[in-house]
Each structure stands twice: as C-alpha cells, then as structure tokens.
C-alpha cells in the first residue's frame, strides 16, 4: 500500500509501532535486553494494526469495485433505487394533476364568460325584438343548460381522461350519496330538467303557480323566478311546481286573452252597456283585433243589484294586461256616464230609490 495513501486511523500506529522497532533496536545494539512490558504493548499494537488493516482494505476494495461498476448487493442498493423512482414517479404525477387542474379551472371560467355573453345578448336581442321575444327567451336555458353540461364533459373525458364506463360508475355512486344528503336540492334538479323537457311553461310566459301570478323570468336548476305585477321577483322551487297544478295565460303565443270587469246598476239598459263595453275594448290601443272581442252579461247581487260585464280580449303583447284592462274600465266608465247609464254617485254606494218612469232618483240615507 502507498504511504502517501495509508488511512488516517493507520498513521498514528504505525509511527507508535516503528518508535517501538527503534527502542529494540538501540536496546539489542548496547547489549541490553528489553523490557517485557514493552514487548507487549508493541504485540498489543500490531494485532490492532492488523485488524484496523484488514477492516480497511474490504472498504478498500468495495469502493474500487464500485468505481469500476462492479455489481453492488441488492440489499444495499435496492432500497434506494426504489425509492428514487418512487419519489419521481410521485413528483411526475403531481405535476401532471397540477397541470390538468389549471386547464379544468380555465376552461370552466372561459365557460362561465361564454354562458353569461350569451344569456346577455339573448335578452337584449329580446327585448330590442318584440315579435321574437319568447323565442330568444326560451333559447336562453336550453343554451345554458347545454353549455355546461359539455364543458363539464370535455372537463372530466379531455383533461382528466375519465373513461365513459369509469364516469357512469362514479356518477351512480355520486348520485346515490348526494341522494341521501340533498334530497330537496336533486328534486328541484329534476324538477328543472323535466320543465325544460315538458315545456308546461317557458320563459316569457305568464303563469299562476303556488298562489304567484306573473311572467317567468328565468328557468334555473334549483327555483323558478316570476315577476309579479307588483314587480317583485318570486323564487318558486321547481319540485314545488312539479307538484301543483300550473296555470298558463298565453300557453307560448305573445298574445293572451285579458277578462275585463264592469259593473252597472241592475236597472241599466244591458244592450246599450254591451255595444259600450264593446266599443272600448275594440278601439283600445292595445287590442288585438285579430282576435274576436266577446262580452257577457250576468246578474249579481252584492249590497244592491247590479250587472256584471266580462270583457273578454286579446292584447299584442302580454305586457300589456294590465295597461289594457284599466284602458278599457276607463274607456267604458266614461261612455257609461255619458249614455247616462251611470248615476254622478256611483261608487258611493247609495241607497238608489226608483222613480215612476224606472230612473234613478237621488240618493237617501237608509232607514
């Protein structure tokens, strides 16, 4: 072995040793004889040397045996080979999830900007085209509906690459889970999903649902929102719906049939109050004289005896009920009065005496 390449640890030993060989050697020149304890302490000595020597050189050759690529054992090196893959496969495949998740949360925001655009402009092209209006109206949750469900798709088959039978079988399981936990929340789901398949109503539509009166602003997938014609917005939730009889004014036309009220004193002259009532809902602005314009007659009896008009008509646009109907109670009270079929006191609820000739005479406190 090189002494420019002995170990450390062997260096003081042997120094100690040959200082050892020296003192015997001056000793065996004088004629002397060495002392025994001497003698083993450097026995001592060499059997260490000996031993530290043979320790070294098995280190010696394993690491020349691996410098020249000699097989390693597998219980020194299998563990750690095992353990480097493992930490790169782990390290690979967070980055791929991390990458895929980027992409799934860019691709539903692009998606959420698409759905909104698209509701916007649907309703700005309805309200700017009165006679496509329902038509645009209705298109509206069915695009929604349809651009989520395919981004959700392309989400969970493109990025994540969830296979059809894999996706099926999650869903099942999902479904079941959810349905215990949110049972209301998946019935209003359905209930949604059957009102746009059914089509009982659609947005734009004037309907009477759960003891709410108005048009249907929006279909979503937990409620269904109507505008009353107070202006209030009124969530209903669709499973509610589902389970209650739906009423619907104009069925999916943009006209609607409008019923008009009047009342008049029992001893009116009806023909004439017929042709009047007429005359105001036809001429109104708001007609739809395409429509056939019907008036009926019935007696009633509240504090006094009285006739009940029905004005039945169709408008151009279902926003325009209401407008129409005091339209036409206006119309109608001032011809009434000017045929002289209204007394200056009505509404006052008078007590009417008749006179000989069968008119109203003025009123009188009741005894």
Same mark, same amino acid.
């Given at each position: 072995?090189?002494?420019? #390449? ?11 040793? @040959? ?37 070294? !050189? ?7 045996? +691996? ?23 782990? /390290?690979? !495949?967070?980055?791929?999830? $991390? ?6 949360? @860019?691709?539903?925001?692009?998606? &959420?900007?698409?759905?909104? !655009? ?7 092209? %309805?309200?700017?085209?009165? =006679?496509? =209006?329902?038509? &645009?109206? =209705? ?27 894999? @996706?099926?079988? %999650?869903? /099942? ?7 215990? /936990? ?23 539509? #004037?309907? +009477? ?7 249907? !602003? ?33 069925? $999916? ?8 009220? @009047? ?20 001429? +109104? ?5 395409? #429509?056939?314009?019907?008036? *009926?007659? #019935? ?13 039945? %008509? ?26 002289? *079929? ?26």
């Amino acid at each position: 072995m090189n002494a420019n #390449k002995c170990p450390r640890g062997i260096r003081p030993k042997v120094s100690v040793l @040959l200082a050892g060989t020296v003192v015997l050697g001056a000793a065996s020149a004088q004629g002397q004889e060495p002392g025994a304890g001497l003698a083993d302490s450097l026995a001592a000595e060499v059997s260490a040397l000996r031993t530290e020597v043979e320790r070294l !050189s098995d280190v010696t050759e394993r690491l020349e045996a +691996s410098t020249l690529g000699t097989t390693v054992p597998a219980a020194t090196t299998g563990g750690l080979t095992n353990s480097a893959e493992a930490l790169d496969q782990a /390290a690979a !495949s967070a980055q791929r999830w $991390g990458v895929r998740s980027l992409w799934a949360v @860019l691709l539903l925001v692009l998606t &959420l900007v698409v759905v909104r !655009s698209v509701s916007w402009l649907l309703t700005r092209l %309805a309200e700017r085209n009165a =006679r496509r =209006r329902l038509l &645009l109206l =209705r298109m509206e949750p069915i695009v929604r509906t349809t651009v989520w469900a395919l981004a959700i798709w392309i989400v969970l088959s493109a990025v994540f690459r969830v296979d059809t039978a894999t @996706l099926l079988a %999650a869903g /099942a399981a999902l479904g079941v889970a959810i349905g215990f /936990a949110a049972q209301d929340i998946l019935k209003n789901i359905f209930g949604g999903l059957v009102i746009l398949a059914d089509g009982p109503f659609q947005v734009g539509d #004037k309907i +009477s649902v759960a003891g709410t009166y108005g048009e249907v !602003s929006a279909i979503g997938t937990r409620s269904t929102r109507i505008v009353t014609p107070d202006d209030n917005l009124v969530s209903v939730p669709n499973a509610q719906i589902m389970g209650q009889q739906v009423s619907n004014a104009n069925a $999916g036309a943009l006209d609607c049939q409008v019923v008009t009220d @009047l009342y008049l004193p029992g001893w009116v002259d009806v023909g004439m109050a017929r042709d009047l009532a007429y005359r105001a809902a036809i001429t +109104s602005r708001y007609v739809y004289r395409k #429509k056939p314009v019907v008036v *009926l007659v #019935k007696d009633e009896i509240h504090d006094t005896f009285v006739t009940h008009l029905k004005v039945k %008509a169709y408008v151009l646009d279902i926003r325009f009920e209401f407008a129409f109907m005091s339209d036409v109670t206006e119309r109608a009270r001032a011809a009434f009065r000017e045929a002289g *079929l209204l007394p200056p006191w009505h509404g006052a609820k008078p007590y009417l005496l008749m006179d000989e000739e069968g008119r109203a005479a003025a009123p009188t406190a009741r005894t």
